[in-house]
């Protein structure tokens, strides 16, 4: 159990800055997911913690002591962090016993307290009695587990898991997430999870560290995520956020603003201390969007109409603008049909802070 | 924490400093020392040994010849190991890698066997010809003693090796480029002639590089087929001065090697050039195109493809077979005549020809044994090292085996011509100096399919054991050696099989007592006893081949490309 201390961490490859002026703080115990999008510098960030990349500048600490700066780095069999590798990294020549063990044979430990640890680790991992199998004689979440007790029987401070569940198919995954939570549950340890896949994130963390372009968008609990997004891009990019142009009418009172959409005077949700602005956005969900023929709203056309079993996912286009889309549900019976016209309320929406230092 | 922070390069460092050692040890001292012998021949600057060298109408004679053998057999194996690549890759030609394995087969003979061979094929004692009464009337001369006969040879044996790289060229050679011009209403022969061929430039430009180098350097054909025709090629020629002279000559024969080096080099440098000239990038990557169905022809292609097979290939071997079963010289084999003294006598009788085979077999062993051991770490740094010095350990790792033996064997002479400062120990005229020569120029034989094995591997396997607190040598001892052994030990037979009958290297550093395989084939066939030589190089044709069956017991555990014999 340990904490996780990440400050100013900057990784430049040549001229190309791979993560950027990252702080991010850990706690002991916390589950910390990192998402973002291919190329945003999740990897290289895991890559730096585990001790595989060495930081350009910042600092890297593990409970206090410091594992990586300009000066130097911690060599990464030194720094007790388990990792959980993408496609599992289990060495072909060993058994899975032996795959499990080795870090306590590195260790030297006893070859009869090793065992017992290697039994320990393959009952919670629910593989007992496949001690003796070839990882190629597993199936894909099997050899998950494998690598998940190689990792937990040196019993690390911290486990980094690279996109653990990327190589897995659909139900498996749902039920290796239900394991890892159980297993954070049960253990307490610090993990950084990297993935590329929303729901997994929100489904684990503790918090979510958003990550664009190497840089950090937002640090902050799944809900308020969802709901309060920091900027334009983690907006847009968890859920599908709609972002509309507005303008700010009224100073924040009660968690609450006016504002001027396309027309429209909803009002919507914001942080504290808003005061009165043009030129701002705001986030939308699609249950924030509903159909009115009569009273205030949005009228347009639907673009598109595409049938998701139970209910249809319409896209929509604003008369006003129609170079925007939003998009909405109508659960069955759907009546929508493309080209059709219709009248659409926001009822609520999230106002998007404005920039630091705009 | 600083003392942490600094501490964890620690084995990282000892591995780079001691495959630094055994580099500047084993690959630039030899090349330092060669090029002090030209420029400052006894430790001052002078071109007294340039200057003598050059006024020698022998130098002019000889550089002469080796241009001639060089460009005519490179020549040579271009044209025929393009259109065999061709018709192999790119045509719908039945039992491809029969044909390929029985193709490539030459590379893996030693080229002083394949002209022992050829010779007993054509001479007029050739049991061969006897079989028929064909044979021309005893005293004619060999046609093979001559240059066409060097320029045919040098051909057959490196055409394969044209024909590797052009294949591989081929085999990357994206389905969509033919089919689009074909598409455009080009028959095939039109595609290969203006698509294909243009694209495969870089290939054959670098084959016919590699064949001009080697063809250069090739010391075992010129000395069987033009010594006795007085016709000498540099490397010859240096052999003649060394074996006449001694030690006393090496100044001269260093400044002769360092010429074959440059001509080496200029061949290299010039398809560099070439190559550059336009751009012949592919960029996209797909399946190969789909053979192109000769129709009626296939028979007639395959017919012909077998027809030279057996001239390359089978016909030499049976003349020699033929021959190290006749009692002499000259007789006709017959139920009556036909022997296994020859084998008896090489084997058990003769002193030299015993050390010879002892020798070989260990010298074969400690070299393929020692390539294996540096070429894990070497392969390890130059594979995954992030440091851009690297590649030129690569570079200096290749250096001693893309310049000619001969270059090697001299500098091996002027290093240990006298005893190694410091621990006084003398290498010279003792098979040490064959094995340091060996170790030397076939290290690299290891290192290239071990360095193939190292991309193979997701580098996230010894990426867990560092993260499982496994530090760099036992990373290396438990994960990262098993997973390249098969590559580096495929390495280390390639090397065995090499070593064993060599002789360009061996026949400038064998002393008596250091005799190798190579070295004394090559005395046997001088002093006439072309059986004897024949029974040896059967002996050692049959470990090769035997060897490969074993190797390709390893092929499942292999990256593609390291066994030149399979398609």
């Known amino acids: 159990m340990a904490r996780l201390s990440l400050d100013r961490v900057t990784k430049s490859f040549a001229d190309f800055d791979a993560v950027k002026d990252v702080s991010i703080d850990v706690a002991d115990g916390e589950f910390l997911a990192v998402l973002g999008p291919s190329g945003c510098g999740k990897t290289t960030l895991l890559r730096l913690v585990a001790g595989f990349e060495k930081v ?20 990464p069999e030194r720094r007790r962090v388990g990792i959980v590798f993408q496609n599992y990294a289990l060495w072909p020549h060993m058994t899975v016993a032996e795959n499990i063990g080795y870090s306590l044979k590195v260790a030297k430990l006893d070859k009869t307290v090793a065992r017992q640890k290697v039994e320990d680790a393959l009952a919670l991992v629910n593989l007992q009695g496949l001690g003796e199998r070839r990882p190629a004689n597993l199936s894909g979440g099997q050899r998950q587990r494998v690598a998940l007790a190689r990792c937990l029987v040196a019993a690390p401070s911290l486990v980094l898991f690279d996109e653990p569940l990327a190589n897995l198919d659909v139900h498996l995954r749902a039920s290796m997430e239900d394991e890892f939570a159980a297993f954070h549950k049960r253990t307490g340890t610090t993990i950084v999870y990297i993935t590329h896949d929303q729901a997994e994130a929100m489904a684990l963390a503790d918090r979510i560290a958003v990550m664009d372009h190497g840089r950090l968008a937002q640090l902050a609990a799944p809900r308020e995520l969802y709901h309060e997004p920091a900027n334009e891009m983690v907006a847009s990019f968890i859920s599908q956020g709609i972002l509309l142009p507005a303008d700010v009418l009224t100073g924040e009172d009660g968690g609450h603003c006016k504002v001027r959409v396309l027309g429209t005077e909803p009002v919507v949700r914001c942080g ?60 069955d019976p759907v009546t929508l049909g493309s080209g059709a016209q219709v009248r659409l309320r926001i009822r609520s929406g999230w106002l998007i802070p404005a920039e630091a230092g705009s | 924490m600083p003392t942490r922070l600094r501490e964890s390069q620690g084995q990282e460092m000892v591995l780079t400093v001691a495959v630094a050692i055994v580099i500047v040890l084993l690959s630039l001292l030899p090349m330092l020392r060669l090029v002090r012998e030209i420029v400052a021949p006894g430790g001052t600057l002078s071109a007294v040994a340039i200057a003598a060298g050059l006024r020698s109408p022998a130098t002019w004679i000889a550089t002469w010849h080796t241009l001639v053998v060089g460009i005519g057999g490179a020549l040579l194996a271009v044209l025929s190991g393009t259109l065999v690549a061709v ?185 560099e050039v070439m190559s550059r000239r336009r751009d012949y990038r592919i960029s996209s990557t797909s399946l190969p195109a789909e053979p192109y169905e000769l129709g009626r022809w296939r028979a007639i292609v395959q017919a012909s493809m077998w027809l030279l097979i057996v001239l390359v290939l089978f016909l030499p071997l049976f003349g020699l077979v033929l021959t190290s079963l006749v009692p002499g010289y000259g007789i006709a084999l017959s139920a009556k005549t036909v022997t296994l003294d020859n084998y008896r006598f090489v084997l058990f009788e003769h002193d030299a020809a015993n050390r010879a085979f002892f020798n070989s077999f260990w010298l074969s062993i400690a070299a393929a044994f020692f390539a294996v051991i540096v070429a894990v770490p070497v ?134 007592g250091s005799e190798t395989i190579g070295v004394v084939m090559f005395s046997f066939e001088q002093g006439g006893d072309s059986n004897y030589a024949a029974a040896m190089s059967v002996i050692t044709v049959a470990v090769t081949f035997v060897l490969m069956l074993v190797i390709n017991l390893l092929v499942p555990h292999l990256p593609s490309g390291v066994l030149p014999w399979r398609d």
């Open chain 1, 272 to 331: 504290p201390g808003e005061r009165p602005r043009a030129g701002a956005k705001i986030c939308c969900r699609s249950a924030d969007l509903d159909v009115s023929p009569d009273g205030p709203g949005l009228d347009g056309l639907v673009k598109r109409v595409i049938y998701r079993g139970g209910g249809a996912r319409i896209e929509f286009a604003p008369a006003a603008r129609p170079d925007l889309t939003l998009h909405f549900e109508q659960p």
């Open chain 2, 379 to 512: 392969g390890y740094l130059i594979a995954w090292s992030k440091q851009r010095w690297v590649r030129l350990l690569n570079l200096a790792v290749e250096l001693p085996y893309a310049l000619p033996g001969v270059v090697l064997a001299i500098a091996s002479l002027l290093l240990f011509l006298r005893p190694i400062p410091l621990i006084g120990i003398q290498l010279y005229n003792t098979v040490w100096i064959i094995l340091y020569a060996y170790l030397a120029r076939f290290l690299v034989l290891a290192l290239r399919p071990t360095i193939s094995g190292y991309h193979q591997i997701d580098r996230a396997l010894e990426e867990a054991a560092q993260m499982a607190g496994a530090g760099l040598f036992t990373r290396m001892r438990t994960i990262i050696f098993p997973l390249v052994a098969p590559a580096a030990i495929a390495g280390g037979l390639l090397i065995f099989m090499t070593a064993l009958s060599e002789l360009t290297v061996s026949a400038l550093l064998w002393s008596s």
């Open chain 2, 87 to 271: 018709l192999v890759s790119l045509t719908d030609i039945r039992g491809r890698s029969a044909l390929v394995l029985c193709y490539v087969m030459p590379l893996m003979i030693a080229p002083q066997v394949t002209a022992l061979a050829w010779l007993q094929l054509f001479g007029p004692a050739s049991p061969f010809l006897k079989l028929f009464g064909a044979a021309p009337p005893l005293g004619t001369k060999n046609p093979l003693y001559s240059t066409s006969g060097i320029i045919l040879l040098l051909g057959v044996q490196y055409g394969p090796l044209v024909f590797l790289l052009v294949r591989a060229g081929l085999r990357k050679l994206p389905r969509e480029l033919v089919e689009a011009a074909r598409a455009g209403g080009a028959s095939w022969f039109t595609v290969l002639v203006t698509i294909v061929l243009p694209l495969m430039t870089p290939s054959i430009m670098a084959a016919a590089a590699l064949a001009f180098v080697s063809c250069v350097g090739n010391f075992g054909i010129p000395a069987f087929l033009g010594i006795p025709a007085n016709y000498l090629v540099l490397p010859t020629l240096i052999y003649q001065k060394l074996a006449g002279g001694g030690p006393a000559v090496l100044g001269e024969t260093a400044f002769l090697s360092v010429l074959i080096g440059i001509i080496a080099m200029a061949g290299i440098l010039a398809q």
């Open chain 1, 56 to 75: 350009t500048s910042g600092e890297i600490r593990i409970d206090n002591d410091v594992v990586s700066n300009s000066v130097g780095s911690v060599a």
